[in-house]
């Protein structure tokens, strides 16, 4: 167990080592267009990977759907569309995906 947790956090303080190396050559240059546009994107897409990936589950060959977690994504999409606020709508998406959970397995 500690092993585990001493390979977290070693592996917490080469990330931020090589965002902040990689922030500070970075500083000051100018960037074009076409790179700040990608730079844009990375965000988005490594937020939908992550979705995809816990909405999605492989199973025995099979790709299965966690209908809380998709319940919960659209519901979190919803209220960011309607509010425009990031917190209050994936805490609201988080207790809805636990209640469809809820429900699923205990029924109504």
């Known amino acids: 167990m500690l092993n585990d947790w001493l390979l977290i956090g070693l ?31 990375v965000p988005v897409g490594i937020i939908s990977a992550l979705i995809v990936k816990q909405v999605f589950i492989p199973t025995d060959k099979v790709l299965e759907i966690s209908y809380p977690v998709l319940i919960g994504c659209l519901i979190t999409a919803i209220i960011i569309a309607k509010i425009q606020m990031f917190l209050p709508a994936v805490a609201l998406g988080i207790i809805s995906g636990w209640l469809v959970r809820y429900v699923i397995s205990n029924g109504f």
């Open 11 to 41: 592996l917490s303080i080469s990330t931020y080592i090589t965002r902040i190396i990689g922030v500070q050559m970075m500083a000051g240059r100018k960037v074009s267009s076409t790179l700040r546009l990608y730079f844009n994107y």
